[in-house]
């Protein structure tokens, strides 16, 4: 049914209007078609994709910034590892849209059947995380029970950076 809105134009209504299904409304479709959407960015790993690529692109920027200056790099290199990672995000997602990564090597996704791909263990990424949490927790042990001594002798509190003082009351330089 066309509707008159009173611009010169018209518009569909939702009640069985050419292109529209009994029951549905044209929000529904729109709905409908973004959680496809949606479905298809999980389906091509596009997630995954963006996850890594934000994990990665944060580790570089912090190694530029803490290496860079130590060899003098001017602040211009850090400033354009930056803009790469940043210009280069939407490029990964798309290529992630566009190619799967198979047993076989890089392939379109339009040419891969997904139900033919044997899926490894799907609980893998579990032992993932407790070799990391054990692997973490290892070295804060390691840190904690092999840390440096303060060097002061017994029965001395500091002062400041570099006095303390001990039980007769003078304060001592290190």
Do not use: H
Request: aromatic share 12%; hydrophobic share 45%.
């Amino acid at each position: 049914m066309k509707i008159d809105n009173g611009t010169g134009g018209s518009r569909e209504t939702s009640t069985g209007g050419p292109g529209s299904r009994r029951g549905r409304s044209v929000v529904d479709e729109r709905g409908r078609e973004s959680i496809n959407f949606f479905a298809e960015l999980k389906r091509r790993n596009v997630y995954k994709v963006a996850v890594a690529y934000a994990v990665v692109g944060w580790l570089l920027i912090q190694v530029a910034t803490q290496v860079f200056p130590f060899f003098e790099i001017p602040n211009w290199a850090v400033r354009l590892v930056v803009l790469a990672i940043v210009i280069g995000f939407p490029i990964a997602l798309v290529i992630a849209w566009a190619f799967e990564l198979t047993p076989e090597g890089l392939k379109r996704t339009a040419d891969v059947d997904f139900a033919v791909q044997a899926r490894g263990k799907p609980y893998a990424w579990i032992y993932i995380v407790v070799i990391d949490a054990a692997f973490s927790i290892g070295l804060l042990l390691i840190g904690r029970y092999t840390g440096r001594s303060t060097g002061w002798p017994a029965g001395c509190r500091a002062l400041g950076e570099t006095d303390f003082e001990c039980g007769s009351g003078a304060a001592t330089g290190k």
